[in-house]
């Protein structure tokens, strides 16, 4: 029904950056809030950022100043550029999409990229 691909995942050394991108395709008419999510071993899967269709975003305190998220909605593709990575930031990343259907709005959820941080 709906695939998510992410790319641009690495390995970068502190104080360095990233580009993350995730494609949406299959049977999509629109896309409300897309974002990113972050999964380290043993803990739970953490917001790191979201957008809105037009624009309104939301940070996890621990990326603001560091991450921005951005969107085109004619591709249906979400970004999160990544700077001044610290260690702290490694795990996998996730691309969330919200897509809209006929009597519901499921969440689909991309396979993950990892993002690895070395000191």
């Known amino acids: 029904q709906v695939q998510l691909v992410e790319s641009g995942g690495g390995l970068v050394q502190a104080g360095g950056s990233l580009r993350l991108s995730c494609a949406a395709s299959g049977s999509i008419f629109s896309i409300n809030a897309m974002g990113w999510y972050r999964q380290v071993p043993g803990k739970q899967r953490e917001l790191v950022a979201t957008?809105?269709?037009?624009?309104?975003?939301n940070y996890a305190d621990s990326v603001k100043g560091r991450f921005t998220i951005s969107r085109d909605n004619a591709r249906n593709t979400v970004y999160l550029q990544m700077n001044s990575l610290k260690p702290e930031d490694t795990a996998v990343y996730y691309c969330?999409?919200?897509?809209?259907?006929?009597?519901?709005?499921?969440?689909?959820w991309g396979q993950g990229t990892q993002v690895t941080v070395s000191s």
């Open positions: 969330k999409a919200d897509v809209p259907k006929i009597y519901s709005t499921p969440e689909y």
């Open positions: 957008i809105t269709p037009n624009g309104n975003t």
